[in-house]
């Protein structure tokens, strides 16, 4: 099946967040990038927009949106991390990820079958 570009390169995004995530041992239990989740810093693309809020007793609280959901992943490493350094480095290894995984040539091998379509797991 083919992917449109942009539901593609946001899969992508979403992956790199989550190994980098994982890769700075941010435990899962205070994220969730799959929608709404208790008491977690939640990711969520609604009506076009990528919203970035708390979970908390039921209520999506400190709603945020974007139009990039890499501005939105940006701004989700803002609130699970504890200190500036840690916010920095977290957001420097996403930034280089992502341009290793958006390269052009990545998306050509999975429309011609020869690559796979990363997933959140």
């Not at 570009?5 to 969730?32: C, F, G, M, N």
């Not at 139009?67 to 290894?93: F, G, N, W």
Request: hydrophobic residues 35%; proline residues 2%.
């Amino acid at each position: 099946m083919k992917y449109y570009q942009s539901e593609l390169r946001d899969k992508t995004v979403l992956y790199v967040l989550d190994q980098v995530i994982a890769a700075h041992q941010i435990p899962r239990t205070l994220y969730s990038l799959d929608g709404y989740a208790e008491d977690r810093v939640c990711l969520e693309k609604k009506a076009g927009e990528w919203c970035v809020y708390t979970g908390i007793r039921g209520r999506m609280c400190e709603e945020e949106s974007y139009d990039s959901v890499v501005e939105a992943c940006q701004r989700m490493i803002e609130k699970i991390t504890d200190d500036y350094e840690e916010e920095q480095s977290m957001k420097l290894s996403f930034s280089g990820e992502l341009q290793k995984f958006l390269h052009p040539q990545n998306f050509d091998a999975i429309d011609a079958g020869k690559a796979s379509i990363p997933k959140i797991v």
